[in-house]
């Protein structure tokens, strides 16, 4: 089996795409001419999570039966869902084409005990798990569009690619893109990308918490949101003093 | 901009329908002759909340980009979602046309905070928000299909109208209906019709709190729901003491 | 009113195929030839349960005003949605062809409540409950597609028959079959293969629990899932030594 | 197999639906309280025909393995869609619910052939056929949702009964109900309402074709559409006239 | 009734909107930065028509029976439906954003009879109309969703407005904006960027009937698709060439 | 630019699979245990044409702005969509997964005027094209969801790979795989087991067009459909005479 690694990119980078979070990658993106990096169905399945990591890919296609054999432990070291598993490193986000299936439970609950020992951030599948109430209690980050106890390849599906670029909730996920997930869903940074979009983020947005903390107030929304640049020395006077506190 | 106020009901009648709830309101209406009016596809996305007030309007529409231009920050004050916020009393309810486009998020955090500012009682949106972590925090009754990291005019919608009658959830909605929504959904009454809604819903449905005190206990179906003639003695006299007590 | 009683299985066939759960359940079956079991659609309302019981079976149809009458209490005998509730005896399942329809509401607070009188073990229903905020006080065990305040009739639909053959979330299920439901839903078993089922089932996935033990520890997955024939007398021990101890 | 013939309804009133069309009868049903008796989904599939005639149904339903044995050539006899079609008389409407599903051909070639044979009115079929380019040239007024090369049982429907109550495009159809189809789509008369409807129909839209005539030489909508009681001895002249002519 | 005439544009502009036709239009108007103008659902129901015109409007919005009376021939002049064709001038487009709704027949026969005596240019109806074999023998280039024998208001719908923005088939449509269509279906151009639109089209797509001819002969395809510089001046005699022809 | 060539299969194969057709092709590969080979969702555009030829597949994927340059003219030789058409040979089949999308035209009318040049079988799009009145003077056999004005990477789409399995119609296409396609639709057959399913084709459905005569005539069903034992020496009889006419 010939299956390609990723790169990664660096941790810090990873960590700041994190800290960013999904909103705002998703709508500064937008602002560079990306108009959609939203991964649209997958939603939360325990929520309170904010992950970022880079994707390694499983890409699911429609079941033939003379290219996929049923017999689930025959040759197990065939099948491409281990495999997906098998490249996963730490901060690793496992991302699924599972085509929008409802009756496809890509993973279950051994594969996904197996990914929690090799300390993958988390996963985004177009489609279901099985065994949700044993997954749940493992606490893995976990974006969804359901569950289901049927197994992966029961009904329409087989796994056929591992690290190639997948359509995945309506975008196109290059291995190695990074992922950022949290209780608005996971939005897909083009790695080229990142640098741009983190400093673009700061400057657009760094002054929201400010603003929202003068909104409580009863302050303006003329002069606080977004912030007018007679506003900018207050918020720069706030900042350096949020600077000095601990968190 | 000219965008005209709406008429709100007296806050004593705003009081009964929600003290009805969204199940009779809309069982009541049926009987009444209006088929249909529960706003189908947004469900409560903070559970436990019973809300009424009359609507005030936002009507998106699918975006031209000569129409609508890009730039989030530049001439803020034409944006007509803020614009429904502005017209946002105490105690009314917002109900967003947003076509069930599950990739657009109406509002995010920095405007529900200013709603919240606004003591609105809660909001309908036929489609979605962004940053939902943090408006979760802000505990505003509110209904939803979805949630996305995407902007309001990101991809597909643009915000068209303020306060004109819109279609949410195959429901007709006009400007100052009374809108009541609970965990079965949200329901929009009529306000010419509001009156004979609650007279007639505490006939029909009066009883229900003493039968099914009756059915806990093993009463007979038939005798107690519909609470059966023989019984309405019963019944007034269990009212009478119930009075009495506080709730 | 004409209708069947429902043969039921025993109770210890019951009780083996609630052990097994949905998940393995679905798999085995389709490992026998059985494809698809699982009934598509309604999901867990108040997650953690786990249920098996015998169908009983009301079955939804598209509503014609020329055969029924839309006087909710008029001759209310005649409504067969309270027929099913009258064939339930304890530990049965409700399982109701609602035609996936979102603005019905199958049942509502006070037949739910008769319905818990009566013992039943839950309720799966291709469609929606009304009174949601008072049913789930009720702590039923239910699989929906959602709630509404919409009553059974209003809109769509009529009840059409008791305990007969329907399609429920795109699987047939006959009147006695068991349905085993958790938080991956609800799984249909034919009540002839019930017993190969269990014995299949036991055979296959009896070292699930010990395998996952092992990897937890960080134990190879080639050995242990599938577990490898080598690990099996390990297995064997974990068994016996397991049998000793207290659940 | 035990399958229950229908009751035809007298052939006059057959032919007297026919006539007044399918447009015709579902307005008038709906002016009637009949609501929507239109068969929505299956389009005709060769325009240009126009029939009425009782139903003979079958029901499909979600395929079980358990319960539908794949060998289409043993023991053929017990195939529930060749027994519908032993049903039918000359003059009938087969009526299929085939849940909608596009990957399922009801019948092919051989059947409709058959069909023809027996002399039925036409088919409405809430699915596909297979062997179109055949069964084309067979002319037999049809209605569908599509076609497919795939046969009836292939992949997740299995056929389940005849001359039952069928859920068809949205429709409840009880057998022996008048079916009108022409090139607006499929309208259920039922048996019981059908000479009220025609004679509603006649009183409420017999002027028509006289108004055309007058909307087509310039004259007023308002005088003739609908047609105005002033311009009611106009229209009983023209359609004393009319009679005279031949047709 | 208050309902607002619209500007129409210069016929020659219009007349240069449909020699550009449906398909140039709109990938012209997306390389302007338009994305998508194309009113997408509609189809060629009657194909070989190419039209352009302006638009007049009528919005439908889901039926409420307290806003919309039943009777179809009581005060049948308060009927926007009505209105909306009232309003048509020799060489209008009528655009319906009928919600696409399967099952209402926004006109039938007569109204489009009626239409027709009005020399309207064709239809764009976001759905149905009814009396398909009646309307199609009046020969008006329409496109349409279906056709259903239901009316414009016996199921879901009701008429709201006439000549206001509306949403058809995705796309936001302003009476007297310029709507060309053809067998690639129907697309909006805004009529601020008509000139402009026109301009571009002949610059970027004037030479493809050359081009075609060149291919034709099995000439390279780098050449003459898109047309290289080198062959311009080829194109350019061609041209000068086809305009001495008749056509 | 890397794109690899097919495997085509030997010509009196394709040839034999044509002459099968796609009905007995997708029920006969069911029969050997290949459940579902139908492309399902694109119908035939010009009606009686029937193809086969091996599959090279074109895969779009959601489009990307920082993978896909809009500029359509600018370096035109990089587009994926002009790729796959120099790799068609005589007798090729293209096969495009454009994810069922209805706003994206993959080819226009200068496109398929050179893939006739090229002189391919026909194209099965699980999309649409656009420039349809010109592309239908071509008389390509074509499958296709519809048509569009819009060009292939307006909207959602980009190109992304050539000759790569695809999923078409929910079909895994392997390229060099054998397509058939007529009025039915499309099937995929895959290219090792061609020779099976064709003999296993003969020996199960050789015998229709004899049977059909026969049922025409007003013989027995029991008897030749399908075709009993008893009645075989009389099939061979008719085969043998059959043989020696012309066709």
């Given at each position: 089996m010939d299956i390609a690694s990723i790169n990664r990119p660096p941790a810090e980078l990873v960590a700041k795409v994190r800290e960013v979070g999904a909103a705002t990658a998703s709508a500064t993106l937008a602002h560079m001419g990306l108009r959609n990096c939203f991964i649209s169905g997958p939603v939360s399945y325990n929520t309170g999570k904010v992950i970022a990591g880079p994707a390694v890919t499983l890409q699911m296609m429609p079941k033939r039966e003379d290219m996929f054999d049923e017999g689930e432990y025959a040759d197990v070291e065939t099948q491409l869902?281990?495999?997906?598993?098998?490249?996963?490193?730490?901060?690793?986000?496992?991302?699924?084409?599972?085509?929008?299936?409802?009756?496809?439970?890509?993973?279950?609950?051994?594969?996904?005990?197996?990914?929690?020992?090799?300390?993958?951030?988390?996963?985004?599948?177009?489609?279901?798990?099985?065994?949700?109430?044993?997954?749940?209690?493992?606490?893995?980050?976990?974006?969804?569009?359901?569950?289901?106890?049927?197994?992966?390849?029961?009904?329409?599906?087989?796994?056929?690619?591992?690290?190639?670029?997948?359509?995945?909730?309506?975008?196109?996920?290059?291995?190695?893109?990074?992922?950022?997930?949290?209780?608005?869903?996971?939005?897909?940074?083009?790695?080229a990308k990142a640098e741009e979009m983190i400093d673009k983020a700061h400057r657009d947005h760094g002054w929201e918490d400010f603003s929202k903390e003068m909104l409580l107030r009863g302050e303006s929304l003329k002069r606080y949101y977004p912030l007018h640049k007679d506003a900018w020395p207050e918020y720069e006077a706030w900042l350096a003093d949020n600077r000095r506190k601990p968190v």
């Open positions: 869902h281990r495999h997906v598993l098998y490249q996963v490193e730490a901060g690793d986000v496992v991302v699924v084409d599972a085509r929008g299936d409802m009756d496809s439970g890509i993973f279950g609950d051994m594969m996904m005990t197996y990914f929690k020992g090799r300390k993958g951030a988390g996963a985004v599948i177009d489609g279901c798990v099985r065994d949700w109430a044993k997954i749940k209690k493992l606490d893995i980050p976990i974006w969804l569009r359901g569950v289901t106890p049927n197994y992966h390849a029961q009904t329409n599906l087989m796994p056929h690619a591992v690290n190639v670029p997948v359509a995945c909730g309506n975008v196109t996920v290059v291995p190695g893109d990074i992922v950022v997930a949290d209780d608005d869903g996971a939005v897909c940074v083009p790695v």
